[in-house]
Structure formats: structure tokens, C-alpha cells
């Protein structure tokens, strides 16, 4: 029995040492993960830090994977990143025939929060936004721009195959268009005169209730409800699973239900 004793604790003094050697291993990796010469996936953020970028000017925007974009409207454009300091070498914004490209090229990630970068615009008018991020997508304060054209699809554009992130807007537009064939959310408040929905398919859910517009127009194809609130006119066709919900009943309403979804008001 002494014997088997001496053998039990020799395993477990062994067994201490290895764990304790392991245990010091990985407090040397997370010490050595600060700085930019680590590898993505074990580079600590470091300290939050805004950098202004300087382009030219853009009235379109495309943002790639992994980044949060907030959108202002003003007189002067500006364009600001905000990330870990360790990151920031990894984000960019370019821009490309009339373009703002922003792209996040931290992908891999074991020891940092996911969601830490965000790209501040300030711009006097922007005609479409196109979301490949994954993250969010919003505005500060009403965007006064008169024609915005809201897109997260990749039919017709195959490297945009990221299309489940959201959208959180304030508008006050003559014409607003959402084009969507994934699984993206919308919230959307203000006022438009036209408001134009297709969703192609998927399961993109699209709360605009709080968005009064004149013409309602519509081609829904997806599985999810799409909230409108128009005020004169409804029209187009539904396709798919996918109900249409109005919170108000205009004066002229026009529109095919081909399959399941339905239109519903819920006045």
C-alpha cells in the first residue's frame, strides 16, 4: 500500500509541475499578444484609439466584415477609426470611383472582444450604403439625404457575401430602397415620399413602421415580415412565406399575394 501511495503522490507532484509549467506558458503568450507584430489571433486590442483618415470625396459606401459604421450627416466629410491600437494598422478606408471602402483585415480572434472597431463618417450627402459587415450599421442624428439606396445582398456583387448585419437609421429622404437577399435586419424611423422594398430571399426581417412614406412599393420574396407605414399608396407583390404588416391603410392598395405571405393591416 506504501508503495502504491509513493506512486499516486509522485503522479500528482508531476502532474502539479506540468500544470504550473503550462499555467506560466500561458501567462507568457498573453503577456507577448501585446503589440502589432503578433499574430491575429492571439493580438491583444491595446487602448482605444481614434485616427482621422483623409480621402476623397464619396457619396457611396461599402462596408466589409467585422466593422460598425456611423453615419452623419454634415457639411464637411470626415472619416474616423476607431479601434484597439494594436488593430488599427488592419483597418482601412479607401476610396474607389466615387466609393468609401472600409475594410477590417483583423479576422482571427482568441483573446479580444469581437465588435471593437467602428468607422465614424460625417459626409454632406450619401446615395447608398452597401453592408457586408456582419455588425451594425446606424445613424447619429437624421440623415437628410434625399435619395439613399440601402443594399445587403451578393448576387450582384459576390465579395459582399457577408448579409446578416443591421441597419438603424433616421431618415428624411424623398426616396428610400432596400435591396436585401440574406438574413439582415432594418430599423428604420423618419419620412420619405417613395419607399421600395425587394427582398429577393432570405430571412431578413425589416422593421420600418416608424419610416411614414407617401408610396409604399414592394417585391417580397423572403420568409420574414417586413413592417411598413405608408400613407397614400401600396403596391407590388408578395412571394414568399413572409407576411407584410402596415400599421396604417392608405386610400389605394395594390398588391399581389402569390404564395403564403399576406398582407396584413394592423391599424
Do not use: W
Not at 499555467?23 to 486590442?45: H, T
Amino acid at each position: 500500500m506504501k508503495i502504491v501511495k509513493y506512486k499516486i503522490q509522485r503522479t500528482m507532484c508531476h502532474l502539479e509541475r506540468t500544470l504550473r509549467a503550462y499555467l506560466m506558458l500561458f501567462a507568457l503568450l498573453l503577456i507577448s499578444c501585446n503589440g502589432d507584430n503578433v499574430p491575429d489571433c492571439f493580438q491583444n486590442a491595446g487602448d482605444l484609439t481614434r485616427k482621422t483618415v483623409e480621402v476623397p470625396d464619396f457619396s457611396t459606401i461599402t462596408v466589409f466584415e467585422n466593422l460598425n459604421l456611423v453615419l452623419k450627416q454634415g457639411t464637411e466629410q470626415e472619416v474616423e477609426i476607431e479601434t484597439g491600437e494594436f488593430l488599427l494598422n488592419e483597418v482601412s478606408a479607401e476610396v474607389v470611383d466615387d466609393r468609401l471602402i472600409l475594410r477590417n483585415d483583423n479576422g482571427c480572434n482568441f483573446v479580444r472582444d469581437y465588435g471593437l472597431t467602428t468607422v465614424y463618417v460625417t459626409a454632406p450627402n450619401i446615395s447608398q450604403i452597401r453592408s457586408s459587415t456582419g455588425l451594425l450599421i446606424s445613424s447619429d442624428g437624421v440623415l437628410d439625404y434625399p435619395e439613399i439606396n440601402l443594399i445587403a445582398e451578393s448576387f450582384t456583387n459576390p465579395e459582399t457575401e457577408t448579409t446578416d448585419g443591421s441597419f438603424d437609421l433616421q431618415l428624411n429622404a424623398t426616396t428610400v430602397r432596400i435591396v436585401v437577399n440574406g438574413i439582415a435586419y432594418f430599423k428604420l424611423g423618419g419620412t420619405t415620399d417613395n419607399f421600395t422594398v425587394t427582398v429577393a430571399a432570405g430571412d431578413s426581417r425589416i422593421e420600418a413602421e416608424d419610416l411614414a412614406a407617401q408610396i409604399v412599393s414592394l417585391n417580397h420574396r423572403g420568409s420574414n415580415d417586413v413592417f411598413v407605414n405608408p400613407q397614400q399608396r401600396i403596391e407590388g407583390v408578395i412571394r414568399g412565406t413572409g407576411n407584410v404588416i402596415s400599421i396604417n391603410r392608405p386610400p389605394e392598395i395594390e398588391v399581389e399575394e402569390l404564395f403564403n405571405g399576406r398582407l396584413i393591416f394592423n391599424d
